[in-house]
């Protein structure tokens, strides 16, 4: 029986956790709109402040999205479009973007999302 309990609770648990991403998910296509202008543009060349290739955010570790935009919002990144956008960002959009694109698949081939 104790391990029956321990099972369903561990189950609750898990289902709780895949309910929280999803939510996250979810509220996340809200916000991908400021993103996709620069970031969803397969073999994008920004030329502000200076010229580089943008990366696509798809498939990345939401981890690491999340230390990037916390980066850029502390100003240890330095990009003043990426500072502003992040600056308006509150810790849950942050999770919320991170766990968005971290579930989208890259075609890093054809340099698109899919």
């Not at 029986?1 to 099972?7: A, E, G």
């Not at 648990?13 to 620069?38: E, F, L, N, P, Y």
């Not at 973007?97 to 698109?112: C, E, F, I, P, V």
């Given at each position: 029986?104790?391990?029956?309990?321990?099972?369903v609770?561990?189950?609750a648990?898990?289902?709780?956790?895949?309910?929280?991403?999803?939510?996250?998910?979810?509220?996340?296509?809200?916000?991908?709109?400021?993103?996709?202008?620069?970031h969803?543009?397969?073999?994008?060349?920004?030329?502000?402040?200076?010229?580089?290739?943008v990366?696509?955010?798809g498939?990345?570790?939401?981890?690491?999205?999340?230390?990037?935009?916390?980066?850029?919002?502390?100003?240890?990144?330095k990009?003043?479009?990426?500072?502003?956008?992040?600056?308006?960002?509150?810790?849950?959009?942050i999770?919320a973007?991170?766990?968005?694109?971290?579930?989208?698949?890259?075609?890093?081939?054809?340099?698109?999302l899919?």
């Open positions: 029986m104790k391990k029956l309990l321990t099972m609770v561990l189950g648990a898990a289902t709780a956790a895949h309910a929280q991403d999803k939510g996250s998910v979810d509220t996340a296509r809200d916000k991908v709109a400021m993103c996709i202008g620069c969803g543009i397969p073999g994008y060349r920004a030329s502000f402040p200076e010229t580089y290739q990366p696509l955010l498939g990345q570790s939401a981890k690491y999205i999340e230390n990037a935009l916390k980066g850029y919002q502390k100003g240890d990144r990009h003043p479009t990426m500072h502003a956008i992040a600056a308006s960002l509150t810790d849950k959009d999770t973007l991170a766990a968005y694109y971290s579930q989208q698949k890259s075609d890093t081939k054809n340099n698109t899919k």
